[in-house]
T-cell receptor, first 116, second 114 residues
């Protein structure tokens, strides 16, 4: 079974600084997707960034970028120029491709605090 | 474009009762997935529906069931509620083409079982 591990229950970063959230996963599949989702107090899960396993290039979305190490099964999220609005729970998620079915396996989350 | 709408936002039920949660996907989305979020177990996949057919199912007892209507709206039902069913239930919709169409989540229904 696939598992996703986020070893940092809480992280703190000062505004305008950079923070990296860690994620490792376990799978025997060769084709899969990895995601970072953000869950603010409003409870809605918001997609931050997505990475296809077959792509070697790390995904980036504005201030958010990932460091995808397929051999090490590591998928960390880097947030640059942190803003107060980045404070939230961040979940790493893994999805295996089985036709068109979608099923995500989530990590336990990292709570990010952003301080002034 | 309106997002994923889940109703109600909060529910309080008693052990042994049953409950039905509703999810309206984004217009044009044909796939609806349900997830249970608890402090102890985190986010766990319940099931996925596409064109009124259950396409995938998580490891939950038969008390948890769902369905999807022809307009892609989905309902989830939990019968014989247990205290452990207290959770945030999240619905997500997508176009239904695997991971080429990412999941869009609603704000969830907070279920409390007393």
């Amino acid at each position: 079974a696939q598992t996703v591990t986020q070893s940092q229950p809480e992280m703190s970063v000062q505004e305008a600084e950079t923070v990296t959230l860690s994620c490792t996963y376990d799978t025997s599949e060769s084709d899969y997707y990895l995601f970072w989702y953000k869950q603010p107090p409003s409870r809605q899960m918001i997609l931050v960034i997505r990475q296809e396993a077959y792509k070697q290039q790390n995904a980036t979305e504005n201030r958010f970028s990932v460091n995808f190490q397929k051999a090490a099964k590591s998928f960390s999220l880097k947030i640059s120029d942190s803003q107060l609005g980045d404070a939230a729970m961040y979940f790493c998620a893994y999805g295996v491709i089985t036709g068109t079915a979608s099923k995500l396996t989530f990590g336990t989350g990292t709570r990010l605090q952003v301080t002034l | 474009k309106a997002g994923v709408t889940q109703t109600p936002r909060y529910l309080i039920k008693t052990r042994g009762q049953q409950v039905t949660l509703s999810c309206s996907p984004i217009s044009g989305h044909r796939s609806v997935s349900w997830y249970q979020q608890t402090p102890g177990q985190g986010l766990q996949f319940l099931f996925e529906y596409f064109s009124e057919t259950q396409r995938n199912k998580g490891n939950f007892p038969g008390r948890f069931s769902g369905r999807q209507f022809s307009n892609s709206r989905s309902e989830m039902n939990v019968s014989t509620l247990e205290l452990g069913d207290s959770a945030l239930y999240l619905c997500a919709s997508s176009l239904g083409q695997g991971y080429n169409s990412p999941l869009h989540f609603g704000n969830g229904t907070r279920l409390t079982v007393t």
